[in-house]
């Protein structure tokens, strides 16, 4: 089955950290870029992160910048999310989705083209 999916989501208080990562099955995720989406009740979606094929472009909301680093693991087909002093207003459902072409359009990160999405997993920062 080809898929896209998330885990590493939970509870966690005001300045805790959790690492979420995306797993591909059915595919390679080589191909594709990565990136992480979020999205909060009532609000739009925001691209928190995307990374290049290669692992030599990173894009960064700026919202997250400085507490959120994205990385990926070809070999084991995963791409992770490492978020760092995470905030009350970081709680949203956290996808991962693979694309074609990565942008910093308005301090947020875009995906063009996205083959996959995954499911989502829940983040939720309160004391």
């Known amino acids: 089955q080809v898929q896209l999916v998330e885990s590493g989501g939970g509870l966690v208080q005001p300045g805790g950290s959790l690492r979420l990562s995306c797993t591909a099955s059915?595919?390679?995720?080589?191909?594709?870029?990565i990136g992480w989406f979020r999205q909060a009740p009532g609000k739009e979606r925001e691209g928190v992160s995307c990374?290049?094929?290669?692992?030599?472009?990173?894009i960064y909301a700026d919202s997250v910048k400085g507490r959120f680093t994205i990385s990926r693991d070809n070999a084991k087909n995963t791409v992770y999310l490492q978020m760092n002093s995470l905030k009350p207003e970081d709680t949203a459902v956290y996808y991962c989705?693979?694309?074609?072409?990565?942008?910093?359009?308005?301090?947020?990160?875009?995906?063009?083209?996205?083959?996959?999405w995954g499911q989502g997993t829940q983040v939720t920062v309160s004391s």
């Open positions: 990374i290049s094929r290669s692992d030599e472009r990173t």
């Open positions: 059915g595919f390679t995720l080589d191909y594709y870029v």
């Open positions: 989705a693979a694309g074609g072409i990565m942008a910093n359009v308005q301090r947020t990160c875009v995906i063009e083209g996205v083959d996959y």
